[in-house]
């Protein structure tokens, strides 16, 4: 079975620009979350969806948005890209948002210039 | 929010050697995880575990909810124990991980 598959893995922006990362769940689970990691920091929670809605959303500014689609797949969007938003974003699925092992994916490293 | 400490946060061992990492948390969760970060930043599971003790080979993990701390146990420490180790607490819409320690194994 696939693991959680995140698109792309690497990219390169610069300041002011939109950009969208995509998530693809393991097959069943209904839960998604993200996670934003500077480098030398540990992961921060961005937002969790379940079933199409937001179940939780972290200390990130307005710029910061995400959706998930009626097959359980996620995308993370940041509008008006800032230096400061240059890291690897993570996503993570698990069964449900009441309990679950989480599993992630590889991320998506961003470069902002 | 909740708030997960880590301790220590660097750790240096020669090969061989054991560790005890510790994970306190300033309030109760419903679940429980423990992760190592390898170098290309790939987020590895070790554990999940709410409450209880398991083990995985040289790992081991314990966590006492009511006190509100876990602890993840590393024997015969190998050069790819190598990386960053992380608790993630989470309940229903908190998610939250530790402050992280970072081991590295000498040959």
């Known amino acids: 079975d696939a693991g959680v598959t995140q698109s792309p893995t690497h990219l390169i922006k610069t300041r002011g620009q939109h950009v969208t990362l995509r998530c693809s769940p393991i097959s069943g689970h209904k839960s998604v979350s993200w996670y934003q990691q500077v480098l030398g920091q540990g992961p921060q929670f961005i937002f969790q969806y379940y079933e199409k809605e937001e179940r939780g959303r972290g200390n990130f500014p307005d710029r910061f948005s995400a959706r998930q689609f009626p097959n359980y797949s996620s995308e993370l969007n940041v509008n008006a890209l800032l230096l400061g938003d240059s890291a690897l974003y993570l996503c993570?699925?698990?069964?449900?948002?009441?309990?679950?092992?989480?599993?992630f994916g590889e991320g998506s490293r961003l470069t902002v210039l | 929010g909740i708030q997960v400490e880590q301790s220590p946060p660097d750790l240096i061992l020669q090969e061989g050697a054991n560790s005890t990492l510790r994970c306190n948390f300033s309030d109760s969760v419903n679940n429980l995880q423990w992760f190592h970060q390898n170098p290309w930043g790939q987020l590895i599971n070790l554990f999940y575990?709410?409450?209880g003790t398991k083990q995985n080979g040289r790992l081991s993990a314990t966590t006492v909810a009511t006190e509100r701390y876990s602890l993840l146990y590393i024997s015969s420490s190998q050069t790819t124990d190598s990386g960053v180790y992380f608790c993630f607490l989470f309940g229903n819409e908190k998610l939250t991980f530790g402050t992280g320690t970072r081991l590295t194994i000498i040959p």
């Open positions: 575990i709410p409450s």
């Open positions: 993570a699925s698990k069964l449900s948002v009441y309990t679950g092992e989480l599993f």
